[in-house]
């Protein structure tokens, strides 16, 4: 059966071979008699579940034996306050602001931090360019640095991240990847602590990744929950409390679906990274090679994973999306908050959707031009 394409920014399209896998497992796990949503978090049948998936995590992403990985509850917006309660030291804290998460997670800090500095900002631009790394005003003696490495909502990514030592600043820095965990290498040189929601790229709704380096654990906030403090999460593996099992049960089947990727002689992240470059050169492409449509962010800093376009004429826009959903393309309305169209290429999303995704719009543009 030929599924939809599902472009929605999260929760997310997930692997079909993944929810087949899911399916066939649903009442019995490996013939232990129990589904795994039925399991204790501390018997010896979820223990190897949670280890498999921590290891394979570690080893797609390259994770260094000095950084915790972490499995938590709550998604990106609890870490806005999670992250600071944990970093914080209640002194001062640093913001890039590139659009509405990182916008977020600058308000949220303010309830724990001392001071929050915002050093550089897109809002003059509309958020459809990055600011230069060379012109940001970092504080001194902050206790991180916080940047949203992709932008859901305004599709920006920083395609490298920045060198903070280069740049003289001692700060950790603290990346929300939560929509391109997994679509790309990470230089963990340049990262103290990493955050995300698994709903777009690697998994269901429920499940947060956490790979924090371990000097940055023990300086939580009095005020910090227990189960939240980063260092009792580590120092139990992730079991303080119990842990979201049908989350990290679905994330480990997705990192065992991406390590089994190849384009060319790359696997696994590598080979989704071509995959994705791929994916989004040719939706950017039959954008701006069409004066029906427009892309309003910079090339340098365009998202590979969350394409938002715009009609020229958005009269036009609830008929493109009834075309859309009658051809199996589904979930391609814009953010209510900027409007227009976002198509979601999450790794999930094979290249198949993406061609069919462009020959829809090049056909609606002959209809309505």
């Known amino acids: 059966m030929q599924r939809p394409y599902n472009f929605s920014a999260g929760p997310a399209a997930i692997p079909a071979e993944v929810l087949e896998q899911a399916a066939a497992d649903m009442l019995d796990w490996h013939g232990c008699g129990m589904g795994v949503m039925e399991m204790s978090h501390r018997g010896k049948e979820f223990i190897s579940i949670y280890e498999q998936a921590e290891s394979d995590l570690r080893e797609l992403l390259a994770v260094p034996e000095h950084f915790k990985i972490l499995f938590m509850q709550g998604g990106g917006l609890a870490e806005n306050a999670i992250v600071p309660m944990n970093l914080s030291r209640a002194a001062t804290v640093d913001f890039v602001v590139t659009g509405s998460w990182s916008q ?30 060379a012109h940001w005003q970092p504080s001194r003696g902050a206790s991180y640095l916080h940047i949203c490495t992709n932008e859901t909502i305004h599709g920006v990514e920083f395609h490298e991240l920045p060198d903070l030592k280069a740049l003289g600043v001692d700060a950790p820095l603290v990346i929300d990847f939560s929509s391109h965990v997994a679509s790309r290498p990470v230089d963990w040189s340049r990262v103290g602590l990493a955050f995300g929601g698994a709903q777009k790229n690697i998994g269901p709704a429920g499940l947060t990744i956490v790979v924090v380096r371990e000097d940055l654990l023990g300086h939580a906030l009095t005020i910090c929950p227990s189960a939240f403090d980063y260092k009792i999460v580590a120092e139990h593996q992730s079991m303080y409390n119990t842990p979201p099992t049908w989350g990290i049960y679905m994330a480990g089947l997705t990192f065992q679906w991406l390590k089994r990727q190849r384009e060319g002689d790359a696997s696994g992240v590598a080979a989704m990274e071509l995959r994705n470059i791929a994916k989004a050169e040719l939706l950017y492409n039959a954008i701006d090679q069409s004066g029906f449509y427009v892309n309003k962010v910079a090339a340098n800093c365009r998202s590979r994973m969350n394409i938002p376009f715009f009609l020229r004429d958005e009269s036009r826009n609830e008929a493109f999306l009834a075309g859309a959903k009658a051809r199996g393309l589904l979930q391609l309305k814009g953010h209510k908050s900027v409007g227009g169209m976002r198509a979601s290429l999450y790794n999930a999303m094979p290249l198949e959707g993406v061609q069919a995704l462009v020959s829809y719009m090049r056909e609606f543009e002959q209809q309505h031009a």
């Not at 308000?107 to 500095?117: D, I, L, P, T």
């Open 104 to 133: 977020n997670s600058q308000k949220e800090a303010r309830k724990y931090a001392s001071e929050v500095n915002v050093i550089a900002s897109g809002k003059d631009s509309h958020f459809t360019t990055l600011p230069d790394p």
